[in-house]
């Protein structure tokens, strides 16, 4: 279990020859960093008088980044999980031609499965950009930078999701499930502003 191993072992596991943890894993707990520094810079906010006027705000928050952070870990163990599935997957027998249409078939429910996971990560590094945006200008500025680079964190979960769902639709034969996909993503990328794109501009 991810959430059970020190920062060390998972490193180690993560640069070894074994298939898991890999990207994917790796994409959702950088998200999780990213969200990690935002819930920092609200405690290093909440509780000081000179932004007492926000402490509401703050607070609901760090409740939200917390509630995700928890989720991006979830997400992180299931990607290992899925990912043994899909491997199981190919492995299965195909000498006869019902072994080759059963095999098929788990195939492709396997590869879906696979491709929901970094989705929901996409989806979820999305939804919290914009309060990371927030947090730059309401938040304690001694803690700015922190802001930055856990957006910076996110950025790079969001574009390391959308890595693992493009790489899982290449596999299936579902034209209309691999369209909405990839139509979701192109829209989402192409409504960020564009200094999450240039680096230069922060």
Known sequence: MLNMQSLAEYLDDLASSRPTPGGGAAAALTG???????????HLTLGKKKFAAIESEIASVLATLEQQRSYLMGLAQQDV???????AAYKLPKGTPLEVAARANTIQEALKAASKIPFDLFISCLKMLPLADRLEKIAN?????DVVVGRY???AGLLGAKTNVDVNLVGITDEVFCREKRDYMQRALAGLPWAYWDLSAT
Do not use: E, T
């Not at 999780?32 to 609200?42: H, T």
């Not at 500025?141 to 930078?145: E, R």
């Open 32 to 42: 999780a960093q990213g969200i990690a520094l935002l819930s920092m810079v609200c």
């Open 153 to 155: 964190l996110l950025f």
């Open 81 to 87: 999980q899925v990912f043994q599935l899909v491997m």
């Open 141 to 145: 500025p001694s803690v700015l930078s």
